[in-house]
Structure formats: structure tokens, C-alpha cells
């Protein structure tokens, strides 16, 4: 039989990427790919993709969940496509004001930071 740090161990080292899903208020999945970087006797630590809050996406019994992500406000937009150029995941579409597909996007905030107008916003924060 093996101890909680052996499988805790395996966790990290054999399997190393893992996938938690939930339902959202529409009964359609949200997902998160968690790489499982550490583990010792105390727990198991792990990583999830830059900006994106895995503890406001996923919540358990009746906590409000938070909306994260970014988006353009539409009377700030110039339609200068900085933001698309930054895009590693080619989410942001639309002539002006541009739209961010946040069903696609990875939270990096590159859109926020490039926006020379400031019309990106973080949402949640």
C-alpha cells in the first residue's frame, strides 16, 4: 500500500498535468489545466496558466464566483490593434471597438499592458 507522500509523489513526477472541470451557471464546462510542480509531506503544489485565478473560476458549495479576464471598453477603443499583435491566442476580433473572446483567452495581460489608451480592463480585480 502506498503512503499519501508516495502518491502525492506519483502525482508530480508521473502524471505532472492534470485537468479540473466544473460546470458554470449554464451547465457547460470550465476547465484548467493544473501542472502539479512539487510535492513533500505537507501537500501537493501547483501551477495554473499566468492570470488566471483558479481559486475565483472554480468554487465549491455557494461562493460567488468572480468574473476574471479582461475586457475593451468600447468608448475608449481607438481600433489601434496593439492588443490583437500582443494576442498569443488570436482572441481579439472586431474593427473598432476591438472584442475580446474570453472563452479563448489566457488571462496573460498582454492587451492591458500594450493598450496605449487604457481601454483594456482587468475584470475581478
Not at 16 to 37: K, R, W, Y
Not at 75 to 82: F, N, S, V, Y
Not at 90 to 108: A, E, T, V, Y
Not at 112 to 123: H, N, T, Y
Request: hydrophobic residues 35%; charged residues 25%; neutral net charge.
Amino acid at each position: 500500500m502506498m503512503t499519501t507522500e508516495q502518491i502525492l509523489h506519483f502525482l508530480q513526477k508521473d502524471m505532472h498535468s492534470t485537468i479540473m472541470a466544473t460546470v458554470d451557471e449554464e451547465g457547460l464546462p470550465v476547465t484548467c489545466v493544473i501542472d502539479m510542480m512539487l510535492s513533500d509531506e505537507n501537500g501537493l503544489y501547483f501551477l495554473t496558466a499566468r492570470g488566471k485565478a483558479f481559486y475565483q473560476r472554480f468554487s465549491y458549495g455557494n461562493v460567488q464566483v468572480k468574473e476574471t479576464g479582461y475586457r475593451i471598453l468600447e468608448d475608449k477603443c481607438i481600433g489601434c490593434g496593439r492588443c490583437v499583435e500582443v494576442c498569443p491566442q488570436n482572441c481579439i476580433r472586431g474593427d473598432c471597438p476591438k472584442k475580446i473572446d474570453r472563452s479563448h483567452c489566457l488571462h496573460c495581460g498582454n492587451c492591458f499592458r500594450e493598450c496605449p489608451v487604457k481601454a483594456v480592463i482587468k475584470l475581478g480585480a
